[in-house]
C-alpha cells in the first residue's frame, strides 16, 4: 500500500507515536527531501531501516512507475519536508497513479499549517477554501484576488514573508482596506505569532516579519442578489466586445445564478 505519513511543521513535539512507528517499520519511503527526512529521524531519536527514495516537483512523473509497482507489493511511505504529502508539496501525482492502479493508499495524519492557522485566525470556519501559493508578481496576485472578489467562504494562502506585505496591499485593493483577515508565522515554532485586523491594519505589521506564512482573509459577504444589476453586468461585458452568451455564462458563476435565466432576461434588454 501507499502510505502518506505528515510530519511535523516546526516544532518535533508533534511528531505522533504512529508516525515514529510508521517510519522505523518502513522498508521503502519517497521523501521530497532525503537529508531532511534523516535530519527529522536524529530530532527523534530513531533509525530508519528503509530504502530512501528522493521525490520532488522535478522528478515525481519520471519515477511514477518504479513506486507504484513497489507500493503494489510492499508498504510504501511518503513523506514531504513538512506537513501532509501532496498539499502544495509533491506526491499528487504519485497517489493518482497508485489510485488508478487500484493500491490502497492509507494516512497517518498530523499537523497542517492550513488548518491550524484557520483554526486561530478568528475567521468563520464553517466554509472554507484553500488557494496555495499566491503568485509572485503583483499583476497576477491581483487578477487572481479578482477571481475570488466575490467568494464568500474564508480563504487561506501560503506567502513567504519578504512578498507578504506587497500581497497584503494587493488584497486590500481588491477586497477593500476593512475586510477582516489574518497573517499568522511560524506556526508551532518558538516565535509563533498570528497577527489578527483589517487588511490595512496588517500592512503596516507585516514589513520586516520573518518565517513562513500563512494568510487568512474573510469571505465576502452574503448580499441579495439583484437580477437588473447582474443583467447591467451582462450588458457592460456584451458592450466591451464579449459575446451574450459567454458574458451572461460569466456573470452567472461569479454570483452562483442560473445562466440561462441569466441569459434571457438579458435578451429582453437589448
Given amino acids: 500500500m501507499l502510505i502518506l505519513a505528515a510530519t511535523p511543521i516546526g516544532n518535533i513535539g508533534d511528531a505522533s507515536t504512529r508516525l515514529k512507528?510508521?517510519?522505523?517499520?518502513?522498508?521503502?519511503i519517497a521523501a521530497e527531501d532525503t537529508r531532511t527526512l534523516l535530519k527529522l529521524a536524529n530530532h527523534l531519536g530513531i533509525k530508519l531501516n528503509a530504502e530512501l527514495i528522493s521525490l520532488n516537483e522535478q522528478n515525481e512523473l519520471q519515477k511514477l512507475d518504479r513506486l507504484v509497482e513497489i507500493a503494489k507489493t510492499a508498504d510504501l511511505v511518503l513523506v514531504s519536508d513538512a506537513g501532509m504529502p501532496t498539499i502544495s508539496d509533491p506526491g499528487f501525482a504519485l497517489v493518482r497513479a497508485c489510485s488508478q492502479a487500484?493500491?490502497?493508499?492509507?494516512?497517518?495524519?498530523?499537523?497542517?499549517?492550513?488548518?491550524?492557522?484557520?483554526?486561530?485566525?478568528?475567521?468563520?470556519?464553517?466554509?472554507f477554501c484553500f488557494e496555495g501559493f499566491l503568485p509572485r508578481k503583483s499583476g497576477e496576485r491581483t487578477r487572481y484576488f479578482s477571481s475570488l472578489v466575490n467568494e464568500q467562504r474564508t480563504m487561506v494562502f501560503f506567502e513567504s514573508p519578504h512578498r507578504i506585505a506587497e500581497s497584503l496591499q494587493d488584497a486590500a485593493k481588491v477586497f477593500g482596506p476593512?475586510?477582516?483577515?489574518?497573517?499568522?508565522?511560524?506556526?508551532?515554532?518558538?516565535?509563533e505569532e498570528t497577527k489578527r485586523g483589517t487588511l490595512s491594519e496588517l500592512i503596516e505589521w507585516a514589513k520586516d516579519q520573518k518565517g513562513e506564512m500563512v494568510l487568512v482573509i474573510a469571505g465576502a459577504e452574503a448580499r441579495v442578489l439583484n437580477m437588473d444589476e447582474l443583467v447591467s453586468e451582462v450588458l457592460e461585458l456584451k458592450a466591451s466586445g464579449t459575446g451574450l452568451k459567454q458574458a451572461s455564462g460569466t456573470v452567472a458563476k461569479q454570483h452562483g445564478v442560473s445562466s440561462s435565466e441569466l441569459y434571457a432576461l438579458a435578451l429582453k434588454h437589448l
Avoid: C, H, W
Avoid at 512507528?21 to 521503502?28: C, D, F, N, R
Avoid at 490502497?104 to 464553517?126: M, N, Y
Fill in 102 to 127: 487500484e493500491v490502497e493508499i492509507q494516512v497517518v495524519p498530523g499537523p497542517s499549517a492550513v488548518i491550524s492557522a484557520l483554526a486561530v485566525s478568528g475567521l468563520s470556519t464553517d466554509r
Fill in 178 to 191: 476593512e475586510r477582516k483577515a489574518s497573517v499568522s508565522r511560524e506556526l508551532t515554532k518558538k516565535f
Fill in 21 to 28: 512507528s510508521t517510519l522505523v517499520e518502513a522498508k521503502v
